[in-house]
């Protein structure tokens, strides 16, 4: 797994505690954390994506 992936994963799981926190004290900002743990997911995606590419092309150029 690329080391961007798991950096952007690292982080959702982060951002996703910190809204579950947020909205159990009872404070709006969770939706800021949320929003980040989307764009967190979408990099994850990105770069297993990616990778799973490069590794197909090169598998087919051996």
């Known amino acids: ?3 961007n992936a798991l950096y952007a994963l690292t982080v ?3 951002a996703v ?3 579950v926190v ?3 004290k009872g404070n709006w900002l ?3 954390w949320i929003l ?3 764009v967190a ?3 994850a995606w990105y770069y297993l994506r990616k990778d799973r ?3 197909r092309a090169a598998a087919g150029q051996g």
């Open 17 to 19: 505690t910190a809204a």
């Open 30 to 32: 969770g939706v800021v």
């Open 22 to 24: 947020s909205f159990m």
């Open 53 to 55: 590419a490069e590794r």
């Open 1 to 3: 797994m690329p080391r």
């Open 41 to 43: 997911s979408n990099i």
């Open 36 to 38: 980040m743990a989307g």
């Open 12 to 14: 959702l799981v982060l």
